[in-house]
């Protein structure tokens, strides 16, 4: 079993940059897909960023491509995912999460493809 524990989240101004933390325990990331979601207040948990085991396919979901970027550091066992420019809309729960995956270079956009899920950070953008 994979535990997972982000950090990372806090109060910025709109434009600012936070870089958020996912670290895992139980089992090495090697054999995951990892990905990270958000949940705004009254909202459903979506998509934001995926990175394969490899670390060579990556992706965004459109509102934050070229502001948000997802990184891995296996022998750290982490995963990143460093956001710019950030706007009010960003504002929500950010969780990170992994996924059982054998093709190296697979990811997965979809919530119900993830297996292990951490209890998020907040990240709060004012305008």
């Known amino acids: 079993q994979v535990q997972l524990v982000e950090s990372g989240g806090g109060f910025v101004q709109a434009g600012g940059s936070l870089r958020l933390s996912c670290a895992a325990s139980?089992?090495?990331?090697?054999?995951?897909?990892m990905g990270w979601f958000r949940q705004a207040p009254g909202k459903e948990r979506d998509f934001v960023a995926a990175?394969?085991?490899?670390?060579?396919?990556?992706q965004y979901t459109d509102s934050v491509k070229g502001r948000f970027f997802i990184s891995r550091d296996d022998a750290k066992n982490t995963v990143y995912l460093q956001m710019g420019s950030l706007k009010p809309e960003d504002t929500a729960v950010y969780y990170c999460?992994?996924?059982?995956?054998?093709?190296?270079?697979?990811?997965?956009?979809?919530?119900?493809?993830?297996?292990?899920w951490g209890k998020g950070t907040l990240v709060t953008v004012s305008s």
């Open positions: 139980g089992r090495t990331l090697t054999n995951y897909a």
């Open positions: 990175i394969s085991r490899s670390g060579g396919n990556t």
């Open positions: 999460a992994a996924h059982e995956t054998f093709p190296s270079d697979e990811v997965s956009l979809f919530r119900g493809s993830y297996r292990y």
